[in-house]
Structures are given as structure tokens and as C-alpha cells.
């Protein structure tokens, strides 16, 4: 059960398999986690909760990540949350693309959680606390 002060990290994903497998992850990281299948609940979500960290999935239906990780940036919440892409495109143009839209970073599908866990405690301690 994660804690009053765990990281809180909201995850975005349309293949309900892969998502259920990070929010198993990340929550016996001791992370708080929420879950949403689609890019408009994600960014309603991130407005309401401002999470530490979010990870989207670049091509859902609606809107794609890149929008969302656009429209976190757009809001400018203080201090800013790391934000990952966890894809199937794995190109250098395409992680250019998502970098340009205010990812930190873009990792490949099949994704490689403890990679994703350790960019996000590098940049997000416990409780939150942000370094830079």
C-alpha cells in the first residue's frame, strides 16, 4: 500500500495487459499509481492530481501522447514531472518527436521497467522530492 508520501506516477496506456503489468511494477515500488486507458483521461487526470511522473504510451486512440506530454508542458506546474515515453516506435526520428514534445525520455516497447524506475528516481526522490 503506498504511502502518504510515495511518488505518485500516472501511467497511460491503451493495452490493458501492458498497463496492469506496470501498475503491478510500480506499486510494489512503493509508488502510487493511476491507471488510465486513454490521452484525454490522462490529461484530465494530470490537471486534477499533478503527479510526479507520468508515462504515456505515444500511440493511443483520441489523443496520442505526444499531445498529452504538449499539453503538461503547455500548463507549466511547478516543479515540472518527469515525463516518459514507453513506445513501439523506436526510430531515432520518432524519439526525436518525442523529445521535441517535452518528453524526457523515450523508451521502447517491450519496456524495460526497472530502466523506467531508475530514470524516474534519479530526477523524483521519495516523497516527491524533485532534483534536478
Known amino acids: 500500500m503506498p ?10 496506456d491503451d493495452d490493458p495487459d501492458t498497463l496492469a503489468a506496470y501498475v503491478l ?3 510494489a ?3 502510487q499509481t493511476c491507471a488510465l486507458a486513454d490521452g ?6 494530470y490537471s486534477a ?3 510526479d511522473a507520468v508515462a504515456l504510451d505515444v500511440q493511443m486512440p483520441g489523443r496520442d501522447g505526444r499531445a498529452v ?5 503547455y500548463l507549466q506546474f511547478r516543479p515540472a514531472p518527469l515525463l516518459a515515453a514507453v513506445t513501439a516506435l523506436t526510430s531515432p526520428v520518432e524519439k526525436a518527436k518525442s523529445l521535441s514534445a517535452g518528453f524526457n525520455h523515450h523508451f ?3 519496456a ?10 534519479a530526477r523524483i526522490g521519495p516523497g516527491g522530492t524533485h532534483r534536478q
Open 3 to 12: 504511502t502518504r508520501s510515495a511518488v505518485r506516477l500516472l501511467i497511460a
Open 25 to 27: 511494477f510500480f506499486d
Open 29 to 31: 515500488q512503493g509508488y
Open 40 to 45: 484525454a483521461q490522462a490529461s484530465a487526470e
Open 49 to 51: 492530481w499533478h503527479p
Open 69 to 73: 506530454a504538449r499539453e503538461i508542458r
Open 108 to 110: 521502447a516497447k517491450p
Open 112 to 121: 524495460d521497467l526497472p530502466v523506467i524506475l531508475a530514470a524516474i528516481a
